[in-house]
Nanobody
Framework: VQLQASGGGLVQAGGSLRLSCATS????????VGWFRQAPGKEREFVACIAWSGGSTYYADSVLGRFTISRDNAKNTVYLEMNSLKPEDTAVYYC?????????????????????WGQGTLVTVSS
């Protein structure tokens, strides 16, 4: 699976951005997708994940209620809608995919649980 993240940019605190993760390859396989982020000088951290079916999602506490992950399998794209952005959301955001046996599997929060990674997209939130 190849992944291409896009949609990052500069936004003021309180603003919104929508990131996209375009996927390709292994169209016959189900895969969960996760978003991670890495702020300057910090380790990469989990943000959100979604099952192939799209019916199950999970969020880090730091973004719960502000971010929404969704997917459109017809378009092979996973989205991360980010609202009420804060300066501490500034980071490079990465999407990753894990091949799953069951289409409803989704709870993967560790980096080493993912098989494929895309390049990052930078989100900068100014105060």
């Amino acid at each position: 699976v190849q992944l291409q993240a896009s949609g990052g940019g500069l936004v003021q605190a309180g603003g919104s951005l929508r990131l996209s993760c375009a996927t390709s390859g292994r169209s016959s396989s189900a895969y969960a997708v996760g978003w991670f982020r890495q702020a300057p000088g910090k380790e990469r951290e989990f943000v959100a994940c979604i099952a192939w079916s799209g019916g199950s999602t999970y969020y880090a506490d730091s973004v719960l209620g502000r971010f929404t992950i969704s997917r459109d399998n017809a378009k092979n794209t996973v989205y991360l809608e980010m609202n009420s952005l804060k300066p501490e959301d500034t980071a490079v955001y990465y999407c990753a995919a894990r091949i799953t046996v069951y289409s409803t599997s989704y709870y993967y929060t560790a980096q080493n649980e993912y098989d494929y990674w895309g390049q990052g997209t930078l989100v900068t939130v100014s105060s």
